[in-house]
T-cell receptor, first 114, second 112 residues
Framework: KAGVTQTPRYLIKTRGQQVTLSCSPI?????VSWYQQTPGQGLQFLFE???????NKGNFPGRFSGRQFSNSRSEMNVSTLELGDSALYLC?????????????FGPGTRLTVL | GENVEQHPSTLSVQEGDSAVIKCTYS??????FPWYKQELGKRPQLIID???NVGEKKDQRIAVTLNKTAKHFSLHITETQPEDSAVYFC???????????WGAGTKLIIKP
């Protein structure tokens, strides 16, 4: 089975712009979670989608949004980019999204905001 | 809500020695505790997990112990090798939940 893929792998944007990141889960996985990873901060949970429904959301401002399509692919969008949004954005897929299911991570999208 | 603290943030051990990373959690209802390993430039991967009805679980050189009373769980790596160098993340959750609560990570350095 192909692993989780994310596109693009690298992005450079300027403050005030918006960005859309894409995540394709492992075939058959219906849950996709998104994380922001910064040095020293670990993995900060953004949101989780299952069957096109957002089931859980972390403590991020409304500038961060996401969606999931019927084929389980997911996108996250960040509007009005700030310097502090520079980070590695990881998505992870699992079969049901229950925490006891192993999460399979993608390679991440490295976002740099100038 | 749940909060997970992980210590130490950096751990340096001699190759062949043991390494122990400890996490504490706040919600006594949490019953699922996984550990993920992230090598430099790579994605996190699950290495071991434990549920609250078990006190210890082993997989070759890796073991996890859980103390429900004290609300802490630990990762033990014996006979450390260079390939153990990585950042290790603990997490905690209700296994019926959809969100893991993560620790901040421990950078493990194996000295030759």
């Amino acid at each position: 089975k192909a692993g989780v893929t994310q596109t693009p792998r690298y992005l450079i944007k300027t403050r005030g712009q918006q960005v859309t990141l894409s995540c394709s889960p492992i075939s058959g996985h219906r849950s996709v979670s998104w994380y922001q990873q910064t040095p020293g901060q670990g993995l900060q949970f953004l949101f989780e989608y299952f069957s096109e429904t957002q089931r859980n959301k972390g403590n991020f401002p409304g500038r961060f949004s996401g969606r999931q399509f019927s084929n389980s692919r997911s996108e996250m969008n960040v509007s009005t980019l700030e310097l502090g949004d520079s980070a590695l954005y990881l998505c992870a897929s699992s079969t049901s999204g229950m925490t006891y299911n192993e999460q399979f991570f993608g390679p991440g999208t490295r976002l740099t905001v100038l | 809500g749940e909060n997970v603290e992980q210590h130490p943030s950096t751990l340096s051990v001699q190759e062949g020695d043991s390494a122990v990373i400890k996490c504490t959690y706040s919600d006594s209802a949490s019953n699922y505790f996984p550990w993920y390993k992230q090598e430099l430039g790579k994605r996190p991967q699950l290495i071991i997990d434990i549920r609250s009805n078990v006190g210890e679980k082993k997989d070759q050189r890796i073991a996890v112990t859980l103390n429900k009373t004290a609300k802490h769980f630990s990762l033990h790596i014996t006979e450390t090798q260079p390939e153990d160098s990585a950042v290790y993340f603990c997490a905690a959750s209700l296994d019926s939940n959809y969100q893991l609560i993560w620790g901040a990570g421990t950078k493990l350095i194996i000295k030759p």
